[in-house]
């Protein structure tokens, strides 16, 4: 009896021995098969001194240095300084610009990177944020790539209103006029000096005098307001006085006062077709708009230099691949939409074989506050085991005296921390990919900070907007971190790639 138990805990331990050798040798495999990780911070000041105290600082638990200060972006003598100084610390080296043209700077600067410090050069950070300027900001687009156009811009402001410039008339009788179409839906019409002005009709078509408008060019003498309920507001040139012009033919001046000496509503161009200018009429005019002027811009930049180019941005990452970046940061700043920063901004490269990563944000600007270094912690933890390539810290504070910039103690013991247990001792790979995706539909640059978000920074909230915020929000719970959201386009099928594929219009 004694024996057969005594054979019986030998087969038992030898099976253990086994089961622990095979799991540790599975472990070493995934671990092995990691991608590269690039973790550390930027400098924003202006101090060669301060920059290389920085680098002193963080050169034992980081490998990657980015330049990101503006006002060093001039001066080749100190980036060349600082960046040599990291990569003789070992470092890695992402140097910054964004003044939109390869100038003497950026090529004296770029041929120090490539002959000097080889493959510790990863790339250039180019023009930062552009997807949450087009949320959240006055935008101008290159017509020139945007619409194949000679001459002229398209311009979207903090209030999302679109702007151009366009003829009217006909033959010898043309106007340029500049156009602003609202949120609303109300259109303002008023005479431009010609040099301003550049032909374009809806969708971006070029027109001419010869095939533009047949309405009557004088009514473009004048400011007109069109609104969508079909009223249409005049005020002739060098005149104080405002006539209002109702669909059913009624005029009255601006005390009220019927008029009729002022023809009637059928001397100017209907809504529709003064609506039927706008460049930019749909989300997937804006998308086509927006990749366009990207690409014009990163086409300057990355076809004469050859080298990756990076920024980091808070929403429409699928578009910013699509215009050119080879890599994208999604801004973190310890909030509960973290998980689908992620989320989009993995699914965004993956799917267009990207690299990714993060910047680690302060979790308020105003007033100043920090991530904990807890929530730092956590978000570098989880962005290395959901695949990212890269994650940033940004150390910035305008006047501050501490040599570190913005980061304290606190944050940098918490990059120690995961140097340490992640990056030096890892337990798992960060060589991963999503398993399941969300599809958003084809073009819809949403915000998606809200169920009220923009879309685009042009119009708000639509009937589509409750219906994709909840589906994120219940994929996102029901398929955790192993989910990307991803965007419909038929260059990138999600077919065969993912387990489990969910639409924005159908429940999980």
């Given at each position: 009896?004694?024996?057969?138990?005594?054979?019986?805990?030998?087969?038992?331990?030898?099976?253990?021995?086994?089961?622990?050798?095979?799991?540790?040798?599975?472990?070493?495999?995934?671990?092995?098969?990691?991608?590269?990780?690039?973790?550390?911070?930027?400098?924003?000041?202006?101090?060669?001194?301060?920059?290389?105290?920085?680098?002193?600082?963080?050169?034992?638990?980081?490998?990657?240095?980015?330049?990101?200060?503006?006002?060093?972006?001039?001066?080749?003598?100190?980036?060349?300084?600082?960046?040599?100084?990291?990569?003789?610390?070992?470092?890695?080296?992402?140097?910054?610009?964004?003044?939109?043209?390869?100038g003497?700077?950026?090529?004296?600067?770029?041929?120090?990177?490539?002959?000097?410090?080889?493959?510790?050069?990863l790339g250039?950070?180019?023009?930062?944020?552009?997807?949450?300027?087009?949320?959240?900001?006055?935008?101008?687009?290159?017509?020139?790539?945007?619409?194949?156009?000679?001459?002229?811009?398209?311009?979207?402001?903090?209030?999302?209103?679109?702007s151009?410039?366009?003829?009217?008339?006909?033959?010898?009788?043309?106007?340029?006029?500049?156009?602003?179409?609202?949120?609303?839906?109300?259109?303002?019409?008023?005479?431009?000096?010609?040099?301003?002005?550049?032909?374009?009709?809806?969708n971006?078509?070029?027109?001419?005098?010869?095939?533009?408008?047949?309405?009557?060019?004088?009514?473009?003498?004048?400011?007109?307001?069109?609104?969508?309920?079909?009223?249409?507001?005049y005020?002739?040139?060098?005149?104080?006085?405002?006539?209002?012009?109702?669909?059913?033919?009624?005029?009255?001046?601006?005390?009220?006062?019927?008029?009729?000496?002022?023809?009637?509503?059928?001397?100017?161009?209907?809504?529709?077709?003064?609506?039927?200018?706008?460049p930019?009429?749909n989300?997937?005019d804006?998308?086509?708009?927006?990749?366009?002027?990207?690409?014009?811009?990163?086409?300057?930049?990355?076809?004469?230099?050859?080298?990756?180019?990076?920024?980091?941005?808070?929403?429409?990452?699928?578009?910013?691949?699509?215009?050119?970046?080879?890599?994208?940061?999604a801004?973190?700043?310890?909030?509960?939409?973290?998980?689908?920063?992620?989320?989009?901004?993995?699914?965004?490269?993956?799917?267009?074989?990207?690299?990714?990563?993060?910047?680690?944000?302060?979790?308020?600007q105003?007033?100043?506050?920090?991530?904990?270094?807890?929530?730092?912690?956590?978000?570098?933890?989880?962005?290395?085991e959901?695949?990212?390539?890269?994650?940033?810290?940004?150390?910035?504070?305008?006047?501050?005296?501490?040599?570190?910039?913005?980061?304290?103690?606190?944050?940098?013991?918490?990059m120690?921390?995961?140097?340490?247990?992640?990056?030096?001792?890892?337990?798992?790979?960060?060589?991963?990919?999503?398993?399941?995706?969300?599809?958003?539909?084809?073009g819809?640059?949403?915000?998606?900070?809200?169920?009220?978000?923009?879309?685009?920074?042009?119009?708000?909230?639509?009937?589509?907007?409750?219906?994709?915020?909840?589906?994120?929000?219940?994929?996102?719970?029901?398929?955790?971190?192993?989910?990307?959201?991803?965007?419909?386009?038929?260059?990138?099928?999600?077919?065969?790639?993912y387990?489990?594929?969910?639409?924005?219009?159908?429940?999980?």
């Amino acid at each position: 009896m004694k024996k057969r138990l005594i054979i019986a805990l030998s087969l038992v331990l030898t099976a253990l021995v086994l089961l622990s050798a095979f799991v540790a040798i599975e472990n070493s495999a995934q671990v092995a098969a990691k991608k590269p990780f690039y973790v550390g911070v930027t400098y924003c000041g202006d101090s060669v001194t301060e920059a290389e105290q920085l680098i002193d600082n963080v050169k034992n638990y980081t490998n990657l240095f980015v330049l990101q200060s503006g006002p060093l972006m001039w001066d080749v003598n100190a980036s060349e300084q600082i960046c040599d100084y990291a990569v003789k610390s070992g470092l890695y080296v992402i140097i910054s610009d964004d003044t939109n043209s390869l100038g003497p700077y950026l090529n004296a600067i770029l041929s120090v990177a490539q002959t000097s410090w080889g493959s510790h050069f990863l790339g250039l950070y180019f023009n930062d944020e552009p997807g949450g300027k087009m949320l959240d900001g006055p935008v101008n687009f290159n017509i020139n790539s945007a619409l194949n156009s000679t001459e002229g811009g398209i311009s979207k402001g903090e209030n999302g209103v679109v702007s151009f410039s366009v003829i009217l008339g006909s033959g010898q009788d043309v106007n340029w006029v500049t156009v602003m179409v609202y949120p609303s839906g109300e259109i303002n019409v008023s005479p431009v000096p010609t040099y301003m002005g550049i032909s374009i009709v809806g969708n971006g078509s070029q027109t001419s005098g010869s095939n533009s408008s047949e309405a009557d060019a004088s009514q473009w003498e004048g400011n007109t307001i069109y609104y969508p309920n079909g009223t249409i507001t005049y005020c002739p040139s060098q005149s104080n006085m405002t006539f209002m012009y109702e669909p059913n033919g009624i005029v009255v001046d601006q005390n009220g006062q019927a008029v009729t000496n002022q023809g009637n509503i059928s001397q100017f161009m209907p809504y529709s077709q003064v609506l039927d200018l706008d460049p930019l009429l749909n989300s997937t005019d804006v998308a086509n708009v927006y990749i366009n002027n990207l690409q014009s811009i990163l086409s300057d930049i990355g076809n004469q230099t050859n080298v990756n180019l990076f920024t980091s941005d808070y929403g429409l990452y699928w578009f910013d691949y699509l215009g050119g970046y080879n890599t994208v940061f999604a801004e973190l700043f310890g909030q509960q939409t973290d998980a689908q920063t992620l989320a989009l901004v993995r699914g965004a490269a993956d799917m267009q074989v990207k690299s990714w990563g993060v910047m680690i944000e302060p979790s308020c600007q105003s007033p100043l506050t920090l991530q904990t270094g807890d929530q730092i912690y956590d978000e570098l933890r989880q962005t290395y085991e959901d695949g990212a390539e890269y994650a940033v810290l940004f150390n910035y504070a305008p006047n501050s005296n501490s040599t570190a910039g913005l980061l304290q103690n606190e944050q940098f013991a918490a990059m120690q921390k995961f140097w340490t247990d992640i990056v030096q001792n890892p337990k798992v790979t960060n060589n991963v990919k999503g398993q399941d995706a969300l599809v958003l539909p084809s073009g819809y640059g949403a915000g998606l900070r809200s169920t009220t978000d923009t879309i685009w920074g042009i119009w708000q909230a639509d009937n589509q907007s409750q219906q994709v915020w909840n589906t994120v929000q219940s994929s996102l719970a029901k398929y955790g971190s192993k989910l990307d959201i991803v965007y419909e386009d038929p260059a990138y099928p999600t077919a065969g790639r993912y387990q489990h594929i969910i639409y924005w219009n159908q429940t999980t």
